[in-house]
């Protein structure tokens, strides 16, 4: 089945440690995007890339990184330096166009103890 | 900048009635404009989008949405709700030859009871 496929679904973190979030899909999509799903706040862009080896920061940037490698692979790693990270943390897929419909995951689920 | 308002946390709906979830957005020029639904612990799904032409688009599930450019506003209808279209529904809205990023709003939850 085509799709987007995200790990793991839930993740414990202590303070001070990063943690990475995978994403990867087999859509031969171009765009991929990470939103970050906080209660009440809708989904805010994190980062995206639209081309291998190229990404842009999106509207919540800091404290988070990401690498563009592969066109189907577009993991997240979340930094010590986020200093709220618990989250649900979304991937999507689509093509480079504005008028494109998004693909998503299952969602990333991450906790801070 | 480009933004989307729903501005009800919750709407509650008996199982039967017609339902209607409401979207208002700022964009410069003409809007490309989409719903998506989502399920508890889930990903978000599409359900619409409006990109030109007809004012009523038709998507999954039965819903459909009504574009307005006067009153700047997108509202997703069902003519009848049913149980299982409780779930959590996002308006979003990208400016058409911009660079932009889709915005989403704040998110709507559909509660539809027997």
């Known amino acids: 089945d085509g799709g987007i496929t995200q790990s793991p679904k839930y993740l414990f973190r202590k303070e001070g440690q990063n943690v990475t979030l995978s994403c990867e899909q087999n859509?031969?999509?171009?765009?991929m995007y990470w939103y970050r799903q906080d209660p009440g706040q809708g989904l805010r862009l994190i980062y995206y890339?639209?081309?291998?080896?190229?990404?842009q920061k999106g509207d919540i940037a800091e404290g988070y990184s990401v690498s563009r490698e592969k066109k189907e692979s577009f993991p997240l790693t979340v930094t010590s330096a986020q200093k709220n990270p618990t989250a649900f943390y979304l991937c999507a897929s689509g093509q480079s166009s504005g008028a494109n419909v998004l693909t998503f995951g299952a969602g990333s689920r991450l906790t801070v103890l | 900048a480009q933004s989307v308002a729903q501005p009800e946390d919750q709407v509650n709906v008996a199982e039967g009635n017609p339902l209607t979830v409401k979207c208002t957005y700022s964009?410069?020029?003409?809007?490309?404009l989409f719903w998506y639904v989502q399920y508890p612990n889930r990903g978000l799904q599409f359900l619409l989008k409006y990109i030109t032409g007809d004012n009523l688009v038709k998507g999954s599930y039965g819903f459909e949405a009504e574009f307005n450019k006067s009153q700047t506003s997108f509202h997703l209808k069902k003519p009848s709700a049913l149980v299982s279209d409780s779930a959590l529904y996002f308006c979003a809205v990208i400016g058409a030859g911009t660079a932009s990023k889709l915005t989403f709003g704040t998110g709507t939850r559909l509660q539809v009871t027997l």
């Open positions: 859509l031969n999509h171009d765009a």
């Open positions: 964009v410069s020029g003409n809007p490309y």
């Open positions: 890339s639209q081309i291998v080896n190229d990404f």
